[in-house]
């Protein structure tokens, strides 16, 4: 199994920025897909951001062009950076690690974009 450990949320006013990082207890090298689900009040986990192991990446429609999502090898860490940030950002963002037989989720982190 793998352990996920996010970091890196606040509160930020609109069109400020943000790093999230995930930390993971393994190497990510061999991990198919490492990416970021967000959830926010009264509503559905969505997804935001993926990166394979081969360094693809995918984003949902809503952040295409603000976010990035990056992964670290060697510290086995992977990184969402969230720029021009919008108040309906706000959720909790979780961090994923998608094995071949199973997924493991992260605690969450917080972030408020306030107006």
């Known amino acids: 199994q793998v352990q996920l450990v996010e970091s890196g949320g606040g509160l930020v006013q609109a069109g400020g920025s943000l790093r999230l990082s995930c930390l993971a207890s393994r190497s990510i090298f061999s991990i198919n897909v490492m990416g970021w689900h967000r959830q926010a009040p009264g509503k559905q986990r969505e997804f935001v951001a993926g990166i394979s192991s081969s360094g693809n990446t995918n984003y949902a429609e809503s952040v295409k062009g603000r976010f990035t999502i990056s992964r670290d090898n060697a510290r086995n860490t992977v990184y969402l950076q969230m720029d021009s940030l919008k108040p309906e950002d706000t959720a909790v963002y979780y961090c994923?690690?998608?094995?071949?037989?199973?997924?493991?989720w992260g605690q969450g982190t917080q972030v408020t974009v306030s107006s």
């Open positions: 994923r690690a998608d094995l071949s037989l199973s997924h493991y």
